[in-house]
C-alpha cells in the first residue's frame, strides 16, 4: 500500500503540499496541487491528511473514570475540562485524544477549528482523495528537545517539540526571543535534534552556531505518518473494519521496505529456502527409493522366470507368469471352481439352487442374506482372498482383488 500525504493549507481549500510514497520509506514524487491534480487514490493508495502545526493547539486533561477513547460521553467530557482553556465555543472545535490512554489517566488533547478541518476534507472527498488518516504535522514527546527550522530566511519558523516543556508542540519564530524561551541549547541535558530545510539551513546554523541536519519538506511529512497520532476521532471515527485494513496495510508495507524489518525479511526468506530445498532433498529421497523397489520387484521377475527379457508391468507379467506356470503343472487356483466352492461353503451353510460359474466368479441363486448375515460372510472370506456380495436377486462370490 503506497501513501498520498497531504498537507492541509492554514486557509480554505485550495493549493495543496503533498507527497507520494510508493514504499513509506522514500518520497520519490512531491509538489503542490489542487484537490483534482493531486496523484490519484488508486486501490492501494492510502491519503493521510497532515495538519499543520499552527492549526492545532494542545491540551494537558485528567480523564474521569469510565472515560476513554470509545466512551460516548468523550466529546462532552473534553470540552467541559477544557472549557476554561479554550478561546472558541467548543461546539466549534475538534478534539482528538492521545492514541493508546486508558480511561481516567492524563493524556494530550489535539483541538482544531472544526469548519476548517470539515471544509478541507470535503475538498479532497469531492475530488475522491477521500483521508483514510489524519496526523498531526507536530505532536507532543516528552524527551529531548527537538527544533526543526522551516519555511524561508524572510520567514523563518521553529518547529519545537519536547526540551524544557515536556510535550511542547508548537509553531514558533525562529529568532532570539524563542531560543530564549526554550533555553541555551548548549545547556541542554541531552544533545537537541537540530534540523532544518534546505532554504533555512544556513540561516540555522548561523543563529544556532552548530551544524544542522538537513530535511526535506516532503520527508517531514513521512516522519509525520508514522507518528501513532489519528486525529480522525469522535464523528470523523472511521470503522473498526476499516481502521483493521489500513493497520494490516500499514504493516505490510513496513514489512516489505522498512529497514527495522529487514532482519525479519532476511529470516522469512532463508526459512523459505530452507523449506525448498527441504522439500527438494525429500523428493530427491523418495524417488530413489521408488526406483529402488521397482528395481527390486524387476530383478524378482527375471529371476524367478529367465524367459522374461523385457519388463513393462511387473506385477501383471508375475501374474501371467505364476497362471501359465500352475495351468502347465495342473495346480488349482483361487479362480477355479472347487476353490471358489470351499470358500462358499465357509461363508454360508445355505445350499443354493443354481449356481453360474466364470473364473474367479460364483453366481448364486437361492441364497439370501440380509445386511448382518453378509457382514459376518465377508469376515470369514476375507482372510481367503474372497468377497460376497449381492447383484438383483443372486449372490455374488468373487476373488477380493484379481491379479
Keep these: 500500500m503506497s501513501l498520498l500525504l497531504v498537507l492541509l493549507p492554514p486557509g480554505p481549500p485550495g493549493s495543496y503540499p503533498y507527497a507520494h510514497s510508493f514504499d513509506g520509506q522514500s518520497v520519490p514524487e512531491h509538489g503542490s496541487a489542487v484537490p483534482a491534480l493531486l496523484p490519484a487514490a488508486r486501490r492501494g493508495v492510502e491519503v493521510v491528511a497532515v495538519l499543520p502545526a499552527a492549526q492545532l493547539s494542545w491540551h494537558r486533561v485528567s480523564l474521569p473514570k469510565g472515560v476513554g477513547r470509545g466512551s460516548p460521553r468523550l466529546r462532552a467530557t473534553l470540552a467541559g475540562l477544557l472549557e476554561e482553556q479554550l478561546l472558541d465555543d467548543p461546539g466549534d472545535l475538534h478534539f482528538a485524544l492521545e492514541p493508546g490512554v486508558p480511561a481516567g489517566a492524563a493524556a494530550w488533547v489535539a483541538v482544531c477549528r472544526r469548519d476548517w478541518l470539515h471544509a478541507h476534507l470535503q475538498a479532497l472527498d469531492a475530488a475522491q482523495r477521500p483521508a483514510a488518516r489524519i496526523v498531526p504535522e507536530l505532536a507532543p514527546r516528552a524527551d529531548g ?4 527550522v522551516v519555511g524561508e530566511p524572510e520567514r523563518a519558523q521553529a518547529l519545537a ?7 511542547m508542540a508548537q509553531l514558533l519564530p525562529f529568532n532570539a526571543a524563542t531560543l530564549a524561551l526554550l533555553g541555551s541549547v548548549d545547556a541542554q541535558a541531552a544533545p537537541p535534534l537540530l534540523r532544518a530545510e534546505p532554504a533555512v539551513a544556513e540561516l540555522a546554523e548561523q543563529t544556532l552556531q552548530q551544524a544542522v541536519t538537513l530535511v526535506q519538506p516532503a520527508q517531514r511529512l513521512l516522519e509525520a505518518s508514522r507518528g501513532p497520532w489519528d486525529l480522525a476521532q469522535l464523528e470523523l471515527a472511521s470503522g473498526g473494519g476499516a481502521r483493521a485494513a489500513r493497520r494490516a496495510g500499514a504493516f505490510w508495507r513496513d514489512f516489505l521496505h522498512a529497514p527495522a524489518w529487514r532482519p525479519a525479511r532476511w529470516g522469512l526468506g532463508l526459512l523459505l529456502l530452507a523449506q525448498l530445498v527441504g522439500l527438494n532433498l525429500w523428493a530427491w529421497r523418495t524417488q530413489d527409493e521408488l526406483a529402488a523397489r521397482r528395481a527390486n520387484i ?22 501371467r507368469e505364476v497362471a501359465s506356470l500352475r495351468q502347465a503343472t495342473g495346480a488349482a487356483s483361487a479362480r477355479d471352481l472347487e476353490p471358489l466352492l470351499a470358500a462358499l461353503g465357509q461363508a454360508t451353510p445355505t445350499v443354493p439352487t443354481a449356481i453360474d460359474y466364470s473364473p474367479g466368479e460364483l453366481r448364486l441363486k437361492g441364497v439370501p442374506l440380509n445386511a448382518d448375515a453378509l457382514s459376518q460372510a465377508n469376515q470369514r472370506l476375507r482372510p481367503l482372498g474372497y468377497q460376497l456380495g449381492t447383484a438383483g436377486d443372486s449372490s455374488v462370490l468373487r476373488q477380493d482383488s484379481a491379479p
Excluded: I, R, Y
Design 145 to 148: 528537545l527537538e527544533l526543526t
Design 161 to 167: 517539540s519536547g526540551g524544557p516543556a515536556p510535550g
Design 298 to 319: 524387476e530383478a524378482t521377475l527375471t529371476d524367478s522366470f529367465p524367459q522374461v527379457k523385457v519388463v513393462v508391468d511387473a506385477p501383471l507379467q508375475m501374474a
